[in-house]
């Protein structure tokens, strides 16, 4: 419908639909979600900072409840929720959320630990100082005023912002397909940089962030950003940073330390971030840490306790670093409102917008002081002729009933002027107060002639605002909080196992799947351990602390653990099935400390193999993964490190085979390739991977022997290979293989073959 006319037009609905949302867009952006490049804030917080100097809460008045000023917000201001005009009216008070508050609250205004600020009828506010020079000279006509939403008043369109509030504190928001995230900064830092720009137009960013090198957090930090970061995100107005805890490392007696956590990351919540350690503690994914505490009052105090003072305390911060909100990414974009339009700005340029807001605020208010200046001469010069001329001024007073045409036509004032000699009191008639009049006007006449120098030359009022800025450094600056660093070193992966000290275990499983680990690596004499019923040893491994011990089942599927975690002691352990999420009736054939960053070779009884790495044989979760394929019948052989790059196969039938390791592929998952050629009723009795220089040593029970020409049995994958020498037909087996774990349902054993 036409609003205008009444008449029902027709119209294509997509159009209509676009209409109204780039016009719900347009709203939504400029009018609540971002901020001002003149004086860094929303609307919403520009009419709260406005209603409160209505409501005269000046730093050194008393304050009033919060529920008061928003009332007066959303009552004549504002017409949306009081609680999102409180909410907002909270964070300018919140001394961890903002660098400089524009709010003196008093009360609950919530805490560092995310917890929110009481309701708005127990807390009471005030301007701050900050909040003072932000509304400065506004009665002065230095900004524009427009009617208020039901037209009954008038606010501001923008603030005079003696203050930069902009960079200085920052600004958050969500608008329709855009938003802003401005970090606060350090003021003494910013008004120096427009103190240079003032000087040196022309400079760069590269040249500003000499003055201005990057933000500065309420609640500090350290920045982890090298100087070419910084300089990427300032020139373009779009990045992020890192920013890391402030942490200290205390030392105590007998060589034991702790850490402190003093300062954490902007934004973060401390009860949230002292909850994420203590899951991972509670988790063992944080296995080298004892315990963290809060033990903070007005300062920041997160206490780490280590498990041991051997671990080294860069590893531990870099795991936390990774895993906790001890290290953020602060995002920065720098859309703001600039001249009614949304516009992503570049350091120079947020900094020259400011500065071209002053100076306009400055010509506003030079006229309006050189207008009243001239109101206030006009008025002067009036008193001044009724003081030379006093007995006949009086003397028409009295004569006349209407006294002022007369003083008008007899010392050629206008009506204003007679108005004013009339309103004289007679104390001010005194000799001295003629005196006053004179040292007044050529005062006001002096300053006229200043003011109109500087509104004829620009230099001289960019001299008058450089003297401003000077004088509001000298009032707001304050020392850096955030620490500027580097950019750290390449990022490392760490885990777990990385920070767990290396101390010598001996992991020993039974054949019924039972696990512990005992101190050292010391023989294992398999009559002096301990066992269930009729359970007995199957493997026992050396290992250390921070090794990652995989287990593999008869079904081809791995499940692991660190070596640290594991059951120890002089009892019977655990059974597996307790550790892990083991299918009913699948058993461990096979255990070994796993190098991440080596190759293995796989061998199975029916002649399959294949490389593997050492990363793919770790599962991370506790219900394992199939990494081997077996097929019918076929059992794990062996699973050891590549010690060379020749693999030798001794078959059942008394064949020898050497080939290329390289002729074997790597799988994170299958059933390899065939090593040596098979008959039907056969199996392969061993296998190996050696050096060519280092030649295979066989083995028969009886004796020994060193082969280092293998030329007779060298050929490809897959073939027969050659028969064994006579005296070694007999169950030859190659030394450093060991027997393999025996499959409970075949039932290999050396007498066998």
């Not at 002065?140 to 200085?168: K, M």
Request: charged share 30%; net charge negative; hydrophobic share 45%.
């Amino acid at each position: 419908m036409n609003p205008e006319s009444g008449v029902i037009v027709d119209a294509p609905l997509r159009l209509e639909l676009e209409t109204r949302y780039l016009a719900y867009a347009l709203s939504t952006i400029i009018s609540r979600s971002l901020p001002d490049v003149r004086d860094g804030l929303k609307p919403v917080h520009r009419r709260i900072l406005f209603a409160m100097r209505a409501l005269n809460l000046d730093p050194g008045s008393a304050y009033k409840k919060s529920a008061r000023v928003v009332g007066d917000v959303i009552g004549k201001f504002h017409p949306h929720g009081d609680q999102a005009a409180y909410d907002a009216m909270v964070r300018l008070a919140q001394e961890f959320a903002v660098r400089y508050p524009l709010v003196d609250g008093q009360g609950n205004f919530g805490n560092i630990d995310g917890d929110a600020a009481a309701a708005m009828r127990y807390t009471e506010a005030r301007l701050t100082v900050a909040a003072r020079a932000m509304l400065e000279d506004l009665n002065l006509d230095v900004v524009d005023f427009v009617a208020t939403y039901d037209g009954s008043l008038e606010e501001p369109t923008v603030l005079p912002s003696r203050f930069p509030n902009l960079l200085a504190n920052g600004s958050t928001g969500i608008a329709v397909g855009m938003s802003t995230s401005i970090p606060p900064h350090n003021v003494g830092e910013i008004l120096d940089a427009c103190l240079k720009l003032i000087r040196e137009p022309d400079a760069t960013v590269d040249q500003l962030l000499e003055i201005l090198p990057g933000p500065d957090f309420p609640t500090g930090g350290v920045l982890m950003a090298d100087r070419g970061e910084r300089l990427a995100v300032y020139e373009s107005g779009r990045g992020s940073l890192r920013l890391r805890a402030r942490v200290i490392r205390e030392d105590l007696p007998r060589g034991a330390w702790r850490l402190v956590v003093t300062e954490i990351p902007y934004q973060v919540p401390k009860s949230r971030l002292i909850e994420r350690i203590a899951e991972l503690i509670v988790e063992h994914k944080c296995m080298f840490l004892e315990d963290v505490r809060d033990e903070s009052d007005e300062q920041l105090r997160i206490v780490l306790e280590p498990r041991s003072s051997r671990i080294d305390p860069e590893m531990v911060l870099a795991y936390l670093y990774k895993n906790t909100d001890l290290e953020t990414r602060v995002t920065m974009n720098f859309n703001v409102i600039d001249h009614g339009r949304p516009r992503v700005l570049d350091l120079a340029s947020l900094l020259k917008a400011w500065l071209a807001h002053r100076f306009t605020v400055h010509v506003r208010r030079a006229r309006f002081e050189l207008a009243r200046i001239g109101e206030r001469l006009h008025l002067l010069a009036a008193h001044l002729i009724a003081h030379l001329n006093i007995d006949e001024v009086v003397a028409i007073i009295k004569e006349h009933d209407d006294p002022a045409p007369v003083l008008m036509r007899r010392f050629e004032l206008d009506k204003e002027q007679a108005e004013a000699i009339l309103n004289l009191r007679l104390r001010a008639l005194r000799r001295l107060e003629e005196m006053e009049i004179r040292k007044e006007t050529a005062e006001k006449e002096a300053r006229a002639e200043e003011l109109r120098a500087m509104l004829a030359e620009d230099r001289l009022m960019w001299s008058a605002i450089e003297g401003e800025l000077r004088k509001t450094r000298q009032e707001f600056a304050d020392p850096r909080r955030t620490e500027l660093a580097g950019a750290p070193p390449l990022e490392v992966v760490l885990k777990p196992e990385d920070l767990t000290p290396r101390d010598a275990l001996t992991v020993i499983l039974s054949r019924k799947g039972w696990v512990r680990t005992v101190r050292g690596h010391e023989e294992i004499v398999e009559e002096k351990l301990r066992f269930k019923g009729e359970d007995s040893l199957l493997m026992a491994i050396k290992a250390h602390a921070n090794d990652q011990i995989t287990f593999v089942t008869a079904s081809g599927k791995a499940y692991s653990m660190l070596a640290d975690r594991l059951p120890a002691g002089k009892g019977f352990g655990d059974p597996l099935t307790v550790l892990f999420n083991m299918e009913g009736g699948d058993a461990a054939v096979w255990v070994m400390a796993v190098d991440p960053e080596a190759e293995y070779f796989v061998v199975t009884r029916l002649g399959q193999g294949f490389r593997v790495s050492g990363a793919d044989l770790i599962a991370s979760r506790k219900d394992g993964k199939q990494w081997l394929t077996l097929k019918p019948n076929d059992v794990l052989l062996h699973l050891h490190p590549v010690r060379g790059g020749e693999v030798a196969a001794i078959s059942r039938g008394r064949k020898m085979l050497v080939c290329s390791l390289e002729e074997f592929p790597v799988l994170a998952r299958g059933q390899g390739v065939r090593i040596q050629f098979l008959l039907s009723d056969e199996v392969l009795l061993d296998a190996i991977t050696f050096r060519p220089e280092d030649g295979v040593t066989l083995d028969t029970g009886k004796r020994q022997k060193n082969f280092a020409d293998l030329t007779l049995w060298r050929g490809r994958r897959a073939t027969r290979g050659a028969m064994l020498p006579h005296g070694f037909l007999s169950g030859a087996v190659f030394v450093g293989t060991g027997i393999s774990p025996l499959d409970a349902g075949k039932g290999y054993t050396r007498e066998m073959f």
